[in-house]
């Protein structure tokens, strides 16, 4: 007998669309073919799981399954359309779409990845490299790292045979890789069983990868970190993904950059920050200041009066564009610095122009004032007076 679509959903019979789809969605990723490799109940529950969503999304069809039960919810039978599926997209995702539903597709409902003659691409990988500040800004000419794939075996070069041998055309699918299952009113076009959709299968096997013609390695790729990349930036290194089965193309490796702060630096986007401490009489007075820069150093004109939050900018000394030329600018933050300590002469002095410009305060005053400021015990004291 055939479970109620509301019993395989595990949802009431006045679930909203919303409810409908998050249950699907969640039955889907736990009964997902990928996740329960060679688990034939679990592939199951997945189809009638699927079997059940599609009716019941559909407003149509789920008020004739109200009225008529299993009887009248299509013309004798449920059939899979891969294109029904189309709308998987916007149920899951783009990305999880590509890496699981790439899955569905290709293993459980045959076709799209995996072509006619049992050729498939390997999947895409994705790995996440941590690069210190510089090297983003500079670009690396040969960068090298280690990642771990799935590798064409060397042995068979691929095929799965051993030496001297070929594969022979499947005897129980006769080479059209799909078979088809009936279970009472639902017919699906799985892929053989014996040859995996290959439509082909292997009698001696290759020794070194039990004739899945891959194996899983480590090894060594290398390629170039152009100047400038931000993090959230990806290269996509072509056919260095996992390798593709039966003569089918190797995947993608794609990496995404997560770039390290920098202790001086702050970047956004291709200008770079950061704090420049000026002596304040140059502040006042202005002048020339030399700034070291990414770049080397560079003189920067510091106007006369200039404040101490102000901003100031050297072109062309920030990060390189990754596409096109020229480099961003470098912010100068500036922060004034105060003497702690000063000398007589250099006391006096200050002592001087901080009477020529607030003549009412006197220096004796000053003192005692910047005393009683200077600390909390004094301050208590003057509490306690
Ligand atoms: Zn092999
Ligand atoms: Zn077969």
């Not at 990642?147 to 055309?169: D, F, K, M, N």
């Not at 056919?239 to 039966?246: D, I, K, L, M, P």
Request: net charge positive; hydrophobic share 30%.
């Amino acid at each position: 007998m055939k479970r109620d679509y509301y019993e395989v959903l595990g949802v009431s019979k006045n679930a909203d669309i919303d409810e409908i789809k998050k249950t699907y969605r969640k039955l889907a990723m736990q009964y997902h073919p990928d996740q329960n490799p060679g688990n034939k109940e679990a592939e199951e529950k997945f189809k009638e799981a699927a079997e059940a969503y599609s009716v019941l999304s559909d407003s149509d069809k789920r008020r004739k399954y109200d009225q008529f039960g299993h009887a009248d919810t299509g013309s004798g039978g449920f059939q899979f359309d891969p294109n029904q599926f189309a709308d998987f997209q916007d149920l899951f995702g783009s990305d999880i779409f590509a890496n699981l539903f790439g899955g569905l597709f290709g293993d459980v409902f045959g076709g799209r990845r995996r072509s006619s003659d049992g050729r498939e691409r390997g999947s895409d990988l994705q790995i996440e490299l941590r690069l210190p500040f510089k090297d983003a800004v500079f670009g690396v000419d040969e960068k090298e790292i280690e990642i771990p794939r799935l590798e064409a075996c060397g042995s068979c070069s691929g095929s799965g045979c051993a030496s001297g041998t070929h594969p022979v055309v499947c005897p129980q699918c006769h080479g059209s890789g799909q078979v088809v299952m009936r279970q009472s009113f639902f017919h699906v076009t799985v892929p053989c069983s014996r040859c995996q959709g290959k439509g082909k299968t292997i009698q001696s096997p290759c020794s070194e990868c039990r004739g899945e013609g891959r194996l899983q390695n480590k090894s060594k790729v290398r390629f170039k970190i152009p100047a400038g990349i931000d993090s959230g930036q990806r290269l996509r290194l072509l056919g260095e993904g996992t390798a593709g089965r039966s003569g089918g193309g190797n995947g993608d490796l794609y990496i995404a950059f997560n770039v390290e702060r920098d202790s001086l630096y702050e970047r956004d986007g291709i200008d770079l920050h950061r704090i420049l401490e000026v002596p304040w009489p140059l502040l006042v007075l202005g002048g020339d200041f030399p700034v070291e820069t990414l770049y080397g150093q560079e003189n920067l004109k510091i106007p006369a009066g200039t404040q101490g939050s102000q901003k100031m900018r050297i072109a062309n000394a920030g990060v390189p564009r990754l596409k096109g030329n020229g480099r961003g600018d470098l912010v100068l933050h500036v922060s004034v610095i105060v003497p702690k300590k000063l000398t007589n002469e250099q006391e006096s002095s200050v002592r001087q122009l901080l009477e020529s410009m607030a003549p009412s305060v006197k220096t004796e005053e000053v003192s005692l004032f910047s005393k009683l400021l200077s600390g909390d015990k004094s301050k208590k004291k003057k509490k306690k007076q």
